[in-house]
């Protein structure tokens, strides 16, 4: 069955970068676009862009452009997500989730376990 | 960009039948998901394409979505249910995904 399992959590300091890992198993990997999800403690979802493996085309939100890269090793069936530039707001869960390529309505039908990644000063 | 709209908390008895809006402007013409989330887990999808379920989903669960409101109906609600419900589509203006703010439902 399809498996996405995510790296472990994460302390990091303000101002720093994070790389969370999400491997693919069970699936065609190519066929999918990984998108990448966060959710701060207490607060809702918030999509923050993906990519299709096939082609490395990535769609980023507009609130993270410049400061995130998702990118996906096809040998390996894995995303990763880099945050850069991290601030104590950008302490969450960290989420990746598949959805098909086509169409873009797609639902993202499988998740990861989650990443909680925390930021302090 | 597109913004969906859900109540932030919804009570219900067991046994008796929750609703869960989600509004947006036109979202009847829009593709709706469903997702559960129950307390540090990762969210499940309860509801794709407005009104269908995957495999493993009970059929308490359903959805509707007209004009510019998104329903999911939960039947004969049970403690099990209890959790967060957020609403999703895609926003083909702007190529973006997008979430309602999320709804936690309280079995009493």
């Known amino acids: 069955q399809v498996q996405l399992v995510q790296s472990g959590a994460e302390v990091k300091k303000s101002g720093s970068s994070v790389k969370v890992a999400c491997k693919a198993s069970g699936g065609t990997f190519n066929s999918y676009v990984i998108s990448w999800v966060r959710q701060a403690p207490g607060q809702g979802l918030e999509w923050m862009g993906g990519?299709?493996?096939?082609?490395?085309?990535?769609n980023y939100a507009q609130k993270f452009q410049g400061r995130v890269t998702i990118t996906a090793d096809e040998s390996t069936f894995t995303s990763y997500m880099q945050l850069d530039s991290l601030r104590s707001e950008d302490t969450a869960v960290y989420y990746c989730?598949?959805?098909?390529?086509?169409?873009?309505?797609?639902?993202?039908?499988?998740w990861g376990q989650g990443t909680l990644v925390t930021v302090s000063s | 960009s597109y913004v969906l709209t859900q109540p932030p908390s919804v009570s219900v008895a067991p046994g008796k039948t929750a609703r869960i809006s989600c509004g947006g402007n036109?979202?009847?013409?829009?593709?709706v998901h469903w997702y559960q989330q129950r307390p540090g887990q990762a969210p499940v999808l309860v509801i794709s394409y407005d009104n269908d379920r995957p495999s493993g989903i009970p059929e308490r669960f359903s959805g509707s979505n007209s004009g510019n409101t998104a329903t999911l109906t939960i039947s004969r609600v049970e403690a099990e249910d209890e959790a967060g419900y957020y609403c999703q589509v895609w926003d083909s203006l702007s190529d973006h995904g997008v979430f309602g703010g999320g709804t936690k439902l309280t079995v009493l």
């Open positions: 989730a598949r959805r098909s390529v086509s169409p873009r309505t797609q639902p993202f039908d499988y």
């Open positions: 990519i299709i493996p096939l082609f490395g085309t990535t």
């Open positions: 036109n979202i009847g013409s829009k593709s």
